[in-house]
């Protein structure tokens, strides 16, 4: 009998690292598509790494009872399909003695995504948003990428089509604070400046200004700084 158990235990085991894997690698698709927009954006790679890891244990939060399944599934499966649990059970072997050892193992793994749901994933969360927010104090002017739409600010999209230093060419802002687009900005210049309490403030010269009402743009524009 402990020749069994050994045997359905690293069948249970090996199967189910094999599937946590696979599984927290998707689930940390979208932490990587984050990390490698800052590192395109030119941040280091110590904070970089420090958001990865703060957001691997809420992807254990999925899948690590997605794994045991797919583990259940796999060996059971196997062991059906090769006639194991029939040689089992006609061996006297009773269903329960079978089961028991994946039961042990799952109920463990149960006791850490309790802790880990109630302790480490917001502790995570917290520690991933001061990481985030401190890349933004530290370099504010390297969010602003030229060549690319830029969501970062709430109601607006900002294209930048060259940036040197603190001054921008070819600025186009899109007032999306009301429901669709109400009025584009453009400016041929502008001037970023970082405030001293963080963030940034955005001075533009030779605005237009083209205000939009049923979709349509009207010819109204202003100038100015």
Known sequence: MRILNRYLRTSFIVTFLMSL?????????????KVTDLIALGVSWQPVLR???????????????????????LVFGRLSSDGEITAMKAS????????????????????FCIFNNNEVVPMGHLAGRIQLAQLGVEAPLDL??????????????????EKRGTKLYGVRIYDLRKEGIRREIRAATGVVREEPRGGI?????????????????????SRGS
């Open 144 to 161: 602003l990428e030229e060549g690319r739409f830029i969501q970062d600010f709430p109601g607006m999209t900002m294209y930048i089509g």
């Open 201 to 221: 403030s955005l001075e533009l010269f030779d605005v237009r200004i083209d205000p939009f009402a049923d979709g349509r743009a009207r010819p109204t524009a």
């Open 21 to 33: 894997m696979v599984i927290t690698f998707v689930m940390c698709i979208g932490i990587l598509f």
């Open 92 to 111: 006297g072997i009773d269903m329960r003695d079978i089961v028991r050892q994946p039961c042990i193992i799952a109920g463990l793994l149960s006791l």
């Open 51 to 73: 958001l990865l890891m703060f957001g691997f244990p809420r992807a254990l939060t999925y899948s690590i009872p997605v794994s045991v399944l797919t583990a259940c599934l």
